[in-house]
């Protein structure tokens, strides 16, 4: 992957260096140019120790047979990012100037450009700014913020740089709409459910949701659609999922079947409980004196998944086993009508950021992974929920 990473003249290139580097962690070749402006605020020296590679800040860079300047970086980038792009920059880019090495990289391009503005809140507001931006989006430029915040005034208002984070996350999105799930629908569940015994107190488990956050972004690098429901309240959101949170499993039941109706996919990964309270006590449980023990009556939970009966909906399951991890897995699979079920050894996996697993499909294929991150499992799942999507009937 070949981004291209613009920086203009806005105090918050500073955010640029933490930018760049996230892009290289994540894997990127990343080719910096920067704005005359830009260099007074931050070095280039910087970006070139974090991308290990030149930083370009001048439209008339020497040319080589096999490298032509702006047109070459153009040419060769996946995506072309602006981060911070300054009330001047976006005014040069909307009118197609070209009197800098960023202008002129932008106009020879064919890549997905994203625009993060950053500026003073007037700035950003004046009809001049916004009229700019709207003749970048309209030409498919994809703007990315600001948000609302302290400023380098002091004064609070709308015009601060997002995250690089949240940067890196659109990216990702943008770049994955060219992906095998461009187009379809993917429903993502996440974490464990909570039943209440009480105000304070609920039953529980360990799982941490990190599977189902990683498979909602895998799905969004794929191209899909996602909807991803979930009881973290800890893990970042996935940039472009709609966030549904629950709790019970009878409020992620009801979550479900709501999204599933317009979906293409299920990725039922959520660990839910089996059994419920009947009944959760209004008031705090207290000890009573003389009393050693408590009897609380559980009742059965819904059995979310199988319940689906859609026939055009592609589902798959994960089952966290203690003992007999092949043969309960196989039994679940057949049972709940999934076209694939991810098999897992609970004691090592739950609350892990690593996973063992074991991919069984309806057809009788299986696929074994080694120990690895959750994130790079993830991938691998969605890899083959592309190739069902495809085979099936709606797909």
């Not at 830009?38 to 970006?47: C, E, N």
């Not at 709609?242 to 039922?268: C, G, N, P, S, Y």
């Amino acid at each position: 992957m070949r981004i291209v990473l613009g920086v203009t003249g806005g105090i918050a290139a500073y955010k640029s260096a933490d930018l760049a580097s996230k892009l290289v962690q994540a894997g990127a070749n990343v080719d910096v140019v920067m704005t005359r402006a830009a260099t007074r605020l931050v070095g280039p020296a910087t970006f070139q120790a974090l991308t290990k590679r030149p930083v370009y800040a001048d439209v008339f860079e020497p040319w080589t047979p096999e490298w032509h300047g702006h047109i070459s970086l153009g040419h060769d980038a996946d995506a072309v990012v602006i981060a911070p792009a300054t009330a001047n920059s976006i005014a040069k880019l909307a009118h197609g100037l070209a009197d800098d090495m960023l202008g002129a990289v932008v106009l020879s391009t064919r890549a997905t450009v994203l625009v993060v503005p950053a500026m003073e809140h007037e700035m950003y507001r004046h009809p001049a700014t916004q009229s700019n931006l709207r003749v970048l989006r309209d030409r498919g430029v994809i703007q990315i913020g600001p948000e609302s915040g302290r400023l380098a005034s002091g004064e609070i208002g709308e015009g601060r740089m997002v995250a690089p984070e949240t940067i890196v996350g659109a990216l990702r999105m943008a770049i994955g709409r060219r992906g095998p799930l461009a187009g379809c629908h993917i429903v993502v569940t996440a974490g464990g459910t909570q039943e209440p015994l009480d105000p304070i107190r609920f039953l529980g488990n360990r799982s941490s949701g990190l599977m189902g956050h990683a498979l909602a972004q895998a799905a969004i690098d794929a191209g899909s659609d996602v909807t991803l429901i979930s009881s973290s309240t800890s893990l970042p959101i996935p940039y472009g999922a709609r966030f549904i949170h629950f709790q019970t499993a009878l409020e992620l039941r009801d979550a479900v079947e709501t999204a599933v109706e317009k979906a293409d996919v299920i990725i039922m990964s959520a660990a839910v409980a089996d059994f419920r309270p009947k009944q959760a006590a209004s008031l705090k449980i207290k000890k009573q004196p003389g009393v050693d023990s408590l009897t609380v009556e559980l009742i059965r939970n819904p059995d979310i998944v199988a319940s689906i009966s859609r026939t055009n909906l592609v589902k798959i399951g994960f089952a966290a086993e203690t003992d007999d991890l092949l043969q309960h897995a196989k039994a679940k699979l057949h049972e709940k009508g999934l076209a694939l079920i991810v098999a897992n050894d609970a004691a090592s996996t739950i609350g892990s950021r690593e996973i063992t697993a074991h991919l069984l499909f309806a057809t009788g294929e299986k696929v074994s992974l080694p120990r690895l991150p959750k994130e790079q499992v993830a991938t691998e799942i969605v890899t083959h929920v592309a190739r069902l999507c495809a085979a099936h009937p709606n797909g």
